[in-house]
């Protein structure tokens, strides 16, 4: 079977391999200088800077680094609300009220999360953020996400047009990972901005 999609693009699973096994290849160093770049950039963005909730995750691995960023913006007084992964990969929500405030859980034989130990506020806390922070692996010159393929987020962003919430949508990556193109399906929706150690891009502005 041809790993190759639309107009000879890599598929998804491909791409994520890919992508994947560079971020793995990366210096902790270099993680660490990255998520503190990140944090100045996303620190800057109007829809964070006047966001009084803001959805977002906590990194692992060689993920671009959330710590330094979900620390700031604790420390500003925005709430930020963290997920918690459900056994059908649908996400739960709490507050993240600093580093202590984390549970580190494990599901099924998948690497450990670091996770909002306090109350749970379900699923549908997500449609009171002002701006929500995407995890994924790439994005393209249309804004289009490349995701880790276990759709969680698919059905945050689904919950969010349900509710005609309409949140500042921002991804944070690698420079290596804005790409000219990524496979993309007819659910898949557009974000506002890509974050990277570099700066920030614009896609589309964030409804109002």
Known sequence: MSHLGHMGEPDKRTLRRELLAVRNRLPAGDVREAAAALAAHAL?????????????????????GTLALLDALHARGVRVLL????????????????????????????????????????????????AVLLPGLAVDARGMRLGRGGGSYDRVLARLERAGGQPALVVLLYDTEVRARVPAEP??????????????????????
């Open 187 to 208: 659910h898949d929706r557009p974000v506002h901005a890509v974050v990277t150690p570099s700066g920030v891009r614009r896609f589309r502005p964030a409804a109002r």
């Open 83 to 130: 997920p918690v992964l459900l056994p059908d990969n649908d996400l739960d929500w709490g507050v993240y009220a600093g580093e202590g405030s984390l549970a580190r859980v494990r599901h099924g034989g998948r690497m450990a999360l670091l996770e909002p130990a306090g109350e749970r506020l379900g699923p549908d806390a997500v449609t009171g953020a002002d």
């Open 44 to 64: 800057e963005l109007d829809e964070l800077a006047h966001a009084r909730t803001v959805a977002a995750y906590v990194s692992v691995g060689a993920e671009p």
